[in-house]
């Protein structure tokens, strides 16, 4: 017997010695995230994967040195 097929997740066989197959559903892979972003300025805060409603961290953008300073 083969994993479930559900590619959203890893799949662990726990299966007993001589028993049924049996998966567990291991970690997400976060397939699909989505943008969550501020409704007031816009900005992004986080990534939200649907599959297991876990927040992502947002990939940190450099900081730009203001215009004009040294
Ligand atoms: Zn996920």
Redesign the pocket.
Same mark, same amino acid.
């Given at each position: 017997m083969t994993a479930p097929d559900d590619p *959203?997740f890893e799949w662990i066989d726990v299966s007993d010695l001589g028993g049924p197959v049996t998966w567990m559903r291991g970690a =997400? *892979?976060? *397939?699909r995230?989505v943008e969550f972003r501020s409704v007031v300025d816009d900005e992004l805060l986080a990534h939200l =994967? /649907? #599959? =297991? #409603?876990?927040q /992502?961290d947002v990939t940190p953008k450099p900081v730009l040195s203001p215009i004009g300073e040294p």
């Open positions: *959203r =997400c *892979r976060h *397939r995230p =994967c /649907l #599959d =297991c #409603d876990e /992502l």
